[in-house]
Nanobody
Framework: QVQLVESGGGLVQAGGSLRLSCAAS????????MGWYRQAPGKQRELVAA???????NYADSVKGRFTISRDNAKSTVFLQMNSLTPEDTAVYYC???????????????WGQGTQVTVSS
């Protein structure tokens, strides 16, 4: 079973920055695509950004130029640097990983518990 430990959420004023982290374990898994989704009240969960193991990235149009996703494969950790935050970025942010156990060719999807990001105007 994959465990995801998220950190870095909180309250920030508009224009500010936050950095989210998500550490995945255990090491018997190989983590492929890692990403962040968010869900605002009354809205569907949406992709914010994702990064492959080869470090190919994709972003939601709404965050391009403001958010940067990165990963540390040695530590199985994915980061989301969020700059120029606006109240529209307020949401619960969820870590998402695609993991392959060493004993299988199957890839499974896992979700973190979510971390609240609140941007005040």
């Amino acid at each position: 079973q994959v465990q995801l430990v998220e950190s870095g959420g909180g309250l920030v004023q508009a224009g500010g920055s936050l950095r989210l982290s998500c550490a995945a374990s255990p090491s018997i898994f190989r983590f492929h695509r890692m990403g962040w989704y968010r869900q605002a009240p009354g809205k569907q969960r949406e992709l914010v950004a994702a990064v492959t193991r080869e470090e190919f990235t994709n972003y939601a149009d709404s965050v391009k130029g403001r958010f940067t996703i990165s990963r540390d494969n040695a530590k199985s950790t994915v980061f989301l640097q969020m700059n120029s935050l606006t109240p529209e970025d307020t949401a619960v942010y969820y870590c998402n990983v695609h993991a392959q156990p060493s004993y299988s060719t199957n890839v499974y999807e896992y979700w973190g518990q979510g971390t609240q990001v609140t941007v005040s105007s």
